[in-house]
């Protein structure tokens, strides 16, 4: 890991440009404290810096409650190298959309299913290399999408304790059975009328999840109209499992 940049904010939250190899990354990291931070992955759909004032204001928020976040590029997104495969994946889905056409599952799957593969083993490096960081401990919460991405890490990655997992992606049929396997704590975001998601399949996702512990917080409105209250009860999630 090589931070490339850093600024810190007035609340004291310091904010670093990072690489890991090829992949870009921004940690956000509380005012110092004697005892080691909880540590927050924060995920998005990719595009890290289209998304980093979201990304940014969601970490400082956290960091009020003592936790530090970390974030990654996507593969194929924002610097990062072309990935043309998933370009065609996406030149796919929206023109299904725009024909207002059902998104088959050949769709999903080519779009989604290498991101997991590829994404899930970056941010376990990632995982390792915060934590390697002496003012960074356990225990980890993921937060945000693709949820097929935070699906996969809740089921191979030990270090993450508990999930708050944002429904606004396409899920391919095999994430199902993967869901089944997720036994953290998860407290599960959707929009009721989010013109981008398949509302019944992220209902259907919810209810395979094998966690005991799992909440469902639904609010009406699209995908960009989630209203206060959610991150609220999403950070009250966190400060009760991560603490």
């Known amino acids: 890991m090589r931070f490339t940049s850093e600024q810190r904010f007035d609340d004291g939250v310091l904010e670093r440009e990072f690489t890991l190899g090829e992949i870009p990354g921004v940690l956000w990291t509380p005012p110092s404290s004697s005892a080691p931070a909880p540590l927050i992955l924060l995920g998005h759909p990719g595009g890290l810096r289209r998304m980093h004032p979201r990304l940014a204001a969601r970490a400082r928020h956290s960091a009020a409650d003592g936790f530090a976040s970390v974030t990654v590029?996507?593969?194929?997104?924002?610097?990062?190298?072309?990935?043309?495969?998933?370009?065609?994946a996406r030149a796919d889905l929206h023109r299904a959309m725009k024909a207002g056409e059902p998104v088959g599952d050949e769709i999903i799957d080519a779009l989604v299913l290498p991101l997991v593969e590829k994404?899930?083993?970056?941010?376990?490096?990632?995982?390792?290399?915060?934590?390697?960081?002496?003012?960074?401990?356990?225990?980890?919460?993921?937060?945000?999408?693709?949820?097929?991405?935070?699906?996969?890490?809740?089921?191979?990655?030990?270090?993450i304790s508990a999930a708050v997992l944002f429904a606004g992606s396409f899920v391919p049929r095999v994430m199902f059975e993967e869901a089944r396997q997720v036994t953290v704590p998860l407290h599960v975001l959707l929009q009721w009328d989010d013109e981008g998601n398949d509302r019944q399949s992220a209902l259907d996702l919810f209810d395979a999840f094998g966690s005991k512990e799992k909440t469902l917080n639904a609010n009406m409105g699209g995908h960009a109209g989630v209203p206060e209250s959610a991150g609220e009860a999403a950070a009250r999630f966190f400060t009760r499992h991560l603490r």
């Open 119 to 159: 994404a899930v083993p970056e941010w376990r490096d990632t995982l390792d290399a915060v934590l390697s960081l002496p003012e960074i401990g356990g225990p980890v919460g993921y937060s945000g999408g693709v949820i097929s991405i935070g699906t996969r890490l809740a089921v191979v990655e030990p270090r």
């Open 73 to 88: 590029e996507l593969p194929g997104s924002g610097d990062r190298p072309r990935w043309p495969a998933l370009e065609q």
